[in-house]
């Protein structure tokens, strides 16, 4: 599975982006897919995931609320809606896939997109 994300740039606080991250494997609806986002210097953390289906979604508490994820299983592509953005979620931003579920923890998942930073501006 090869992963590509993008949709990442600068925006002001307050403002919005929609990350995309697509497929080039089959059997894209097999697998559980992840955000996370790593900032400099700081640890990759987890931000929100989707199951396979796209029947149940989890969001760390820092993002609840202002980001969602939803996925295009014929499209074989998963995103990343960020509304109300802040600068503390200026990161690179990762998606991730696995066939079981994973929950937030990165080391689980076996595959990972390149990255595509997002920047905020106060």
């Known amino acids: 599975v090869q992963l590509q994300a993008s949709g990442g740039g600068t925006v002001q606080t307050g403002g919005s982006l929609r990350l995309s991250c697509a497929s080039s494997g089959r059997a894209f609806g097999s697998y559980n897919m992840g955000w996370f986002r790593q900032a400099p210097g700081q640890e990759r953390e987890f931000v929100g995931l989707?199951?396979?289906?796209?029947?149940?979604?989890e969001y760390a508490d820092s993002v609840k609320g202002r980001f969602t994820i939803s996925r295009d299983n014929a499209k074989n592509t998963v995103y990343l809606h960020m509304n109300t953005l802040k600068p503390e979620d200026t990161a690179v931003y990762y998606c991730?896939?696995?066939?079981?579920?994973?929950?937030?923890?990165?080391?689980?998942?076996?595959?990972w997109g390149q990255g595509t930073q997002v920047t905020v501006s106060s």
């Open positions: 989707i199951t396979r289906s796209g029947g149940s979604t």
């Open positions: 991730a896939a696995h066939r079981a579920y994973s929950g937030p923890y990165s080391a689980r998942y076996d595959y």
